[in-house]
Each structure stands twice: as C-alpha cells, then as structure tokens.
C-alpha cells in the first residue's frame, strides 16, 4: 500500500500501538487518544516535514482548528497522545508529546519535548492543531448510525479536502455502510480524488477499497465495531461529491458465510 497518508506517521508507531492493544474492543492508538483531547497530528499531503509555519497554521483552520497550545498538548498527551513525529505548535514552538521513553524519540524522556520558538519559520516539520468541535469534514461518530457527506454536499466539494472519519460502534456491533450518491472526479487509478474505506480504526491497516467516478460502490460492511473513512480531493476538478449512510447491527446475526461481502 502506498504510505502517502497523513497518518502514516504513525505506522511506525503500530510496533508500539499493538503491545497497548484493543481496549473496550477498539484498537487503542493515539488515533483514538487524540479525539478525546481535541488535540490532533497532521502533517503535509506531501508527507513528512513538509509545513512551514505558515501552512502549518492553514492546516488547523482549514478544519475550524488553531494551532495547539502546550498546556492543550499536555493534556493530551496525560491521557496517552503519542506521537513520534515534530510538529509546529502555538506560538512557533516545535515539538511532540512523549508518553513512552523510546531510544529512537524523546530522548529517553516523557513529557512534551519542546524544540523551543523556531527563529526560522519556514523551516519544515509536521503540525498539532486544537479543535474540540465536530467538523463537517470527518470527525469520529460513534451513534449507531449516521450520513456522512463529502464537505457541502450536495454543492460541489472543494479541490485540496482531506477527511477521516473513524466510525466506532459499541462492541460486538458491526458496521455496514450503504451508499446513496456518488460522484468523485474519475481517474482510472483513482489517483486524483477518492474515498478510501478501512476495516479498521486506522488508514494504515485494513485497506478495503478506494473509489472514485460516479459509480455507486456496493455496500461494504465491516468484520469489527470500527471502520475508517478517508476522502481526498486533489488540486483541480472536483464533483458533486458522496453521501452515504452507515447502520450498525449485532454481529451474531451475521452468518459466517456471508462476510465474503467485503471488498
Ligand atoms: C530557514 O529554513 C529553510 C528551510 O529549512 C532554509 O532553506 C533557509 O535557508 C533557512 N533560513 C535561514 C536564514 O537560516
Ligand atoms: C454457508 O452456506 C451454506 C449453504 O448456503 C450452508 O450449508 C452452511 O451451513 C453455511 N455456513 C455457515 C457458517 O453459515
């Protein structure tokens, strides 16, 4: 699977993110943990250490956020956001909150390591944004059902639109997404923009199929309580964009033989 997704920064973390395990049923990772404080990492389209400080500041509010504090950030990380990658914060700052001493981040040290105020503020590292609010634009949803829509819809989205929505339902509920409309820009490797959807709480795992055209994708239905939705528009053409519905039901009412479902 190509690796150019924002949260792939955290695929190294998933050595780590597997010895903490499931807990109440869901994958417990910082991808979790960071809902919970409202204090989330992003880093560039581009990958890794692409944002200057100005578009580290353009990342947040793009999704109605504001560049972390440090006190937001400790709080955070108190309750477990682990996050081994620098970004830009309040105030200029960079740096990356610690939970776990690790020989290869952190210096052996817990805590928010702070590279200090950046004199240079076109220097290139990741961002944490603040923002305790639902956005239209992803989010996590964990009522037994919901319609999640591209960002407008049904005006048209916007070019350079990067959502995730991590779905979690209660344990030993699956999930079934049933789509209602579909039109994204059609390329024939869905390069440009797409919907992806992953069996899992994360975009690193479970990869179950990406989409694009105007082509009503089948129902996908999920093997555990958490599900992963992940849309991305490129810098031109856009369309009129998706609008879908999940619906959760007891996974006991589900026969074996049918989970083949899945794409
Ligand atoms: C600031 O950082 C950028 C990116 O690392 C670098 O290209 C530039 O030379 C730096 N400017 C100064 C004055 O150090
Ligand atoms: C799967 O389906 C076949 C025939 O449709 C049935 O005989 C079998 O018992 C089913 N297995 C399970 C696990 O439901």
Same mark, same amino acid.
Not at 8 to 28: D, R
Not at 36 to 61: D, I, P
Not at 80 to 108: E, L, M, Q, S, T
């Given at each position: 699977?190509?690796?150019?997704?924002?949260?792939?920064?955290?695929?190294?973390?998933?050595?780590?993110?597997?010895?903490?395990?499931?807990?109440?049923?869901?994958?417990?990772?910082?991808?979790?943990?960071?809902?919970?404080?409202?204090?989330?990492?992003?880093?560039?389209?581009?990958?890794? /250490? #692409?944002?200057?400080?100005?578009?580290?500041?353009?990342?947040?509010?793009?999704?109605?956020?504001?560049?972390? %504090?440090?006190?937001?950030?400790?709080?955070?990380?108190?309750?477990?956001?682990?996050?081994?990658?620098?970004?830009?914060?309040?105030? &200029?700052?960079?740096?990356?909150?610690?939970?776990?001493?690790?020989?290869?981040? &952190?210096? &052996?040290?817990?805590?928010?390591?702070?590279?200090?105020?950046?004199?240079?503020?076109?220097?290139?590292?990741?961002?944490?944004?603040?923002?305790?609010?639902?956005?239209?634009?992803?989010?996590?949803?964990?009522?037994?059902?919901?319609?999640?829509?591209?960002?407008?819809?049904?005006?048209?989205?916007?070019?350079?639109?990067?959502?995730?929505?991590?779905?979690?339902?209660?344990?030993?509920?699956?999930?079934?997404?049933?789509? #209602?409309?579909?039109?994204?820009?059609?390329?024939?490797?869905?390069?440009?923009?797409?919907?992806?959807?992953?069996?899992?709480?994360?975009?690193?795992?479970?990869?179950?199929?990406?989409?694009? &055209?105007? /082509?009503?994708?089948?129902?996908?239905?999920? %093997?555990?309580?958490?599900?992963?939705?992940?849309?991305?528009?490129?810098?031109?053409? %856009?369309?009129?964009?998706?609008?879908?519905?999940?619906?959760?039901?007891?996974?006991?009412?589900?026969?074996?033989?049918?989970?083949?479902?899945?794409?």
């Amino acid at each position: 699977m190509n690796c150019f997704s924002l949260l792939c920064s955290l695929g190294f973390l998933l050595k780590e993110a597997q010895a903490w395990g499931f807990k109440n049923g869901i994958f417990h990772n910082s991808i979790w943990l960071e809902q919970a404080a409202g204090v989330y990492h992003r880093e560039s389209r581009k990958g890794r /250490y #692409q944002l200057t400080f100005k578009e580290a500041k353009a990342v947040c509010k793009y999704e109605g956020g504001k560049l972390a %504090t440090h006190e937001q950030l400790e709080a955070a990380r108190q309750i477990g956001f682990h996050v081994c990658a620098a970004g830009w914060f309040d105030r &200029g700052h960079v740096g990356y909150p610690i939970v776990k001493p690790g020989a290869n981040c &952190g210096f &052996g040290k817990i805590g928010v390591v702070d590279y200090g105020v950046r004199r240079n503020k076109s220097e290139r590292w990741d961002v944490y944004c603040y923002n305790p609010d639902s956005k239209e634009c992803g989010g996590t949803l964990t009522d037994p059902q919901r319609i999640i829509q591209s960002p407008g819809f049904p005006e048209e989205y916007q070019d350079e639109q990067i959502c995730y929505w991590h779905i979690r339902v209660r344990l030993g509920q699956r999930i079934q997404l049933l789509f #209602q409309e579909f039109d994204l820009e059609e390329d024939s490797g869905c390069l440009a923009d797409y919907l992806e959807v992953y069996d899992s709480y994360d975009d690193v795992s479970g990869f179950a199929g990406r989409y694009c &055209g105007d /082509y009503l994708p089948d129902d996908i239905i999920s %093997t555990g309580n958490v599900m992963t939705l992940k849309f991305l528009s490129d810098a031109s053409v %856009t369309a009129g964009g998706f609008r879908l519905q999940y619906v959760t039901f007891d996974a006991s009412l589900f026969s074996q033989n049918q989970s083949h479902y899945f794409h």
